[in-house]
């Protein structure tokens, strides 16, 4: 059983990163920056996180916050070769206070139901923009027992709450103390979704 579902969601995985992107995503001059959503996030690895109420209520927090203090190194704007960034956080904001905390640390695969993301952008009511082009990463895991999270990378219309493209990573954690051990992961997803965002960019560009 194990092994199927594996399979499963590295089929899921493989499927989305087929997907081509809508031209919008390159030909919108300015990005608004949702944030990191982790309302549907789970935490695998017990001996990981031993202060699931910490987590939510202190570190969600902090690493949304990390990503517009530290704007040099968490660049979303230049990454995503953009003329200018807006920065709107006020859906995951609210969103990241949804998780219990009782349910929040697993030692069991896990993974987003398909069609979850999609749900999930449907709901987006962004307070400051009502059009244009969004942003968000949506954390399925932080896994310890991997030393890797799993974030999807969304970019979606703000008006009709389409996904003009989505991308699933995993990425290897590393940093010292529990908040940069995964922002280490969160800025590894943001170096490789810019390499995906470029490659796809020169494939519609010669298209």
Known sequence: MKKRFLLI??????????????????????????????????CIGPAGF???????????????????????????????MKGKQENDLSVVTERNEIPEVEGLVINDDYALEEGKVEQMISEYDLEDHDEGLGLVYIV????????KAAIYVVFFDIASKDILWQQKYNESAGGFGFRNYWAGAIHKTMEASEKDYKKALKKMSKG
């Open 9 to 42: 969601a590295l089929l899921a995985t493989f499927s989305l990163a087929m997907k081509e992107p809508d031209p919008k995503v390159f030909s919108t001059p300015t990005l608004v920056w949702c944030g990191l959503d982790f309302s549907q996030v789970k």
């Open 140 to 147: 399925e895991a932080l896994n310890k027992n991997e030393k």
């Open 50 to 80: 031993s202060e699931p109420d910490e987590i939510k209520n202190r570190y969600f927090d902090a690493w949304n916050n990390l990503v517009l203090a530290e704007s040099d190194k968490y660049n979303v704007q230049e990454f995503y």
